[in-house]
């Protein structure tokens, strides 16, 4: 399983890897299962022993430790764990996962429509260079965010602006109701953390400077980073001990899951992290070492699926802002910004101009192409082909459970939303009204896999049978991840395994799934394409799967301006799931299972609390850990 990810937290961003597994043997999972249950793995609340080192296994690095923070930074689920190291959050997740609970800020007020809210923030808090940490700070990090050229595709249609009240209160303006807006931005986001300015300036060649438990020592990208103690750090225990405990933090990048497994075993790590079914599946048979997952978490894990391209073109939020000028599309939004009216055929070139498909044969996108996932039977024949109950016991070897959509069974949020269940025959008679309506022969389409990973290569064989028994035809495009992943930004992919969507609350999604009237002037929240037929709807910048769909972005919209924990907003975000079912944007396979493991010795890994000290927050979360409270025994 690879275990890079871009979903909410990580095209900023926790929370899109590529979807896989390996096969593994039953009574490992049961073991796994039975282990999860328990608890109080991985928690001590015993008295800590105070100094010592904590060197830890993570799945990948940070491109460029220089520009490493919230606003600027690339995170994945290794990421996160570093960020932890670094800086603290303006707030952080209760245990329970339902509501935010106090750190670097002190409370969060909205006003009544949830569109403007007011911050506190904590006094007394330093940088780990002694400089103070403020209101400045704050809007100085939401800033460089806005201004980042990924980042701020994913923040900017939700913050519009972030000003100054006072020396410690900051106000946020959002562009929409928002009614659980701390968890989206402010706490369960990369966002959340904030660093030193200074680390803004295009020219910052220094160590990342954050207000958390440890510092920067060194940094080798893809080997080794380490961390001291943060001196200047503000945080004691409910015991009023100063926290973090340990003095030295050791990150060691291991790639390979099952040497990061060995690794463990051999004590040349005392942590790590794994978001591979095999190695999941193996620490139950390893000795010396606690470990856990986070299948009884109280979140919604990320989705293993297929990202589909449902309108068959590139990027079309792209296309309409300019950025395909140089391939001959010209943007309507430089004709919006100037006041002039956008001429029909510039309107037209954003919307069918970008029209195609990725030639079997020559694997780039070619717009002569017709594409055929645009046609929702396709994608419905698609999803009855593929036996996800095999795939789960055959790819994943039983870890993975089956999904039906972006919530596990005992979400909040989750109500069946009636996924097509397998149907091999009902599939093949879609395929064949498709060639018949087409007066098309075959049908068939382009998957892209990374290349080398055997993972990968298992499940296309998989799903590549499948779909071949039901008349379709698929063809693979192997690439390295960071490739696949530009492939799906730019929309020039029919579709690639993916993984997204994992979430405490689901409105870190919204992003994710957002679409606009383009119709309607920018003015009123369109995109101002008045020549194109009425109420056509386009994909956001960072809506991958280019679905336009006004009854999910109505649902969305209304959820979000519902009261927190309502039912009526569990209803609501129930419905985005639903109409997921019956658009087929992603062919959801099954839900990634994390695993952490510790040798032993070491205490309390699997406990945090908020900025008091003492109230438990969720940690492990997704992926990342929290370091302050960790202990090892002598």
Known sequence: MMASAIDRRTFLTHSAATVGGIALMSTAVDAMTSAVADAAVGVNLGKPRLGGSLRVGLISDVPNYHIFNGAQGKMD????????????????????????????????????????????????????????????????????????????LAVRPIIAAVTKVSEYVVKFQLVISYSTFPYGALCEDQTAYMAHP???????????????????????????????????????????????????????????????NLALQAGQVDMILTQDGASVANLATMKGITYRTDVHDPTNPDSNCIIVNTTGTMNQYFAWAGEFATAGVPGALGYIEKGQAVPKAVQFADFEGTLGAVDPTTLSWNTKLKPVLSDVSIRQACAMAINRETYHRVVTGGV???????????????????????????????????????????????????????????????????????????TPRPSTQSTLIQNVILGQF???????????DPAENYVWFVSQPATTSPARGGLGLNALPS???????????????????????????????STQLRALWATVNSQ????????????????????????NWAYATAGDGRTRCLNPDLGSARWDQIWVKS
């Not at 029919?494 to 405490?504: K, L, R, T, Y």
């Not at 709807?537 to 924990?565: K, Q, R, T, W, Y």
């Not at 944007?585 to 205490?603: C, D, E, I, M, S």
Request: proline share 6%; aromatic share 14%; net charge positive.
């Open 77 to 152: 689920s290794s990421g996160f764990c570093l960020a932890n190291a670094l800086y603290d959050a303006l707030f952080v997740s209760a245990a329970d996962g339902k509501t935010w609970l106090p750190m670097l800020a002190l409370s969060a007020t909205p006003s009544n429509a949830y569109k403007t809210w007011t911050v506190v923030l904590r006094r007394g808090v330093t940088f780990s260079n002694g400089d103070p940490f403020n209101a400045d700070t704050v809007v100085a990090n939401f800033a460089a965010a806005a201004a980042d050229p990924t980042v701020g």
């Open 198 to 260: 200074s680390s803004f300036s295009p020219s910052f060649t220094g160590n990342p400077i954050g207000t958390g438990p440890f510092a920067v020592k060194s940094w080798q990208i893809n080997y080794e980073s380490n961390f001291v103690r943060n001196k200047h750090y503000w945080r004691k225990d409910a015991d009023h001990r100063q926290l973090p405990y340990l003095d030295n933090l050791t990150f060691r990048t291991i790639p390979d899951d099952a040497t990061r």
């Open 400 to 474: 993975q459970p089956v999904s039906d959509g972006i919530y596990k069974p005992s979400s909040p949020y989750y109500r069946s939303p009636r996924y097509p269940s397998y149907n091999p025959a009902k599939a093949k008679s879609l395929v064949d009204a498709y060639k018949k309506a087409n007066n098309v022969s075959t049908v068939g389409f382009v998957m892209d896999i990374v290349s080398g990973n055997a993972s990968d290569q298992k499940a296309y064989a998989f799903l590549a049978q499948q779909l071949q028994a039901v008349g379709i035809t698929v």
């Open 494 to 504: 029919d579709c690639s395994f993916w993984i997204q969507f994992g979430a405490v």
């Open 535 to 565: 109420g056509t709807f386009i994909a956001g910048a960072v809506n991958f799967s280019h679905l336009g769909d006004p009854v999910v972005e109505g649902a969305m919209l209304n959820a979000l301006a519902s009261p927190a924990n």
């Open 580 to 603: 997921f079912a019956k658009d087929i944007p992603y062919l959801f396979l099954t839900f990634v299972v994390t695993g952490w493991a510790a040798r032993t010795n070491v205490q």
